[in-house]
């Protein structure tokens, strides 16, 4: 496994963990209280904290669990490319919900909680996406 | 030139004269009514925008496509040409989409938050044509 693949499963990681968490809290806080007495900004910017850290520390011991392997070559550079344009497609799709959310007027935190959402689901998709090339050589 | 150009140039040239059309009339409405720029009614101009230009651009395509029957449409250039210029702008559009995430936590008004992913989706575009047209005319570097 080359360490640009261990970069992908640590981010992969720290998003599922934190944006997870994230939004099993929300969804337990939807089920008892109205969408808009939600106190949900404080949570978020903490969530997006964890995850940088939680990366950063993923990162860390991927690249310490690397020594020795080989470096990133031609095909983590397609798969990567690949990736990333399927990803940022998906992206566009997904963030037209808060974009069409602001244009019907509805509140700040379904606009935030859906650009969030798009965040989370692209970042995992992308994840998803390379771990499925690197298996199968799909993408490369 | 070959149609996957043609429709780059196309969609570039829509693309701006929609931009453009959009701030001319939310400029206007705001001098006009002498209000500022979160007061002004932005929905109904974004919408027509983002729907009249993709509508203005799926026609433009369908006819460079038409007029190219019977020809090669695509080759192996156009193929990596794409492949090479896919990601350009993605970078930029996940940026510009992080900071109106951290608008609305700001509690930044609609207007801007709507605005900053509006913009930065046209200019992630115009960034992906501009590569895309660049390499057919300069070719990729090696």
Redesign the interface.
């Known amino acids: 496994m080359t360490i640009t693949e261990r970069y992908q499963w640590a981010y992969g990681f720290a998003v599922l963990l934190t944006s997870g968490a994230y939004f099993v809290w929300l969804g337990l806080r939807l089920a008892e209280q109205p969408a808009d007495s939600i106190e949900y900004?404080t949570p978020?910017?903490w969530t997006l904290l964890a995850s940088f850290i939680v990366h950063s520390f993923g990162r860390g011991f991927a690249a310490h669990a690397a020594r020795g392997d080989s470096g990133s070559d031609e095909r983590d550079r397609a798969i990567n490319?690949?990736a990333?344009?399927l990803?940022?497609f998906v992206?566009?799709v997904l963030?037209a919900a808060?974009?069409v959310l602001?244009?019907?007027?509805e509140s700040?935190f379904w606009?935030?909680n859906s650009?969030?959402l798009?965040?989370s689901l692209t970042a995992v998709i992308g994840v998803g996406l390379r771990a499925w090339s690197y298996r199968t050589g799909a993408l490369a | 030139m070959t149609v996957t150009e043609r429709t780059t140039i196309a969609g570039t040239i829509l693309g701006l004269v929609v931009f453009i059309a959009y701030w001319v009339v939310i400029i206007t409405r705001a001098v006009t009514d002498d209000v500022p720029f979160v007061d002004v009614e932005w929905?109904g101009p974004?919408?027509a925008a983002i729907l009249v230009g993709g509508g203005l651009y799926a026609v433009s395509y369908g006819i460079i496509w038409w007029r190219a029957r019977g020809t090669r449409r695509t080759d192996e250039r156009d193929f990596e040409i794409e492949?090479y210029a896919?990601?350009a702008g993605?970078g930029l559009?996940?940026l510009g989409?992080?900071a109106?995430?951290i608008m609305?936590?700001l509690?930044v008004d609609?207007f801007w938050?709507?605005t900053t992913?509006?913009m930065v989706?046209y200019l992630a575009s115009l960034v992906n044509s501009g590569v895309t047209i660049a390499a057919y005319r300069q070719g990729m570097p090696s």
Do not use: N
């Open positions: 900004v978020l910017l490319q690949r990333d344009a990803s940022f992206f566009s963030a808060p974009l602001g244009l019907m007027g700040a606009i935030t650009l969030f798009a965040y | 929905q974004m919408l492949r896919e990601t993605a559009a996940g989409s992080l109106a995430l609305l936590t509690d609609t938050v709507a992913l509006f989706g």
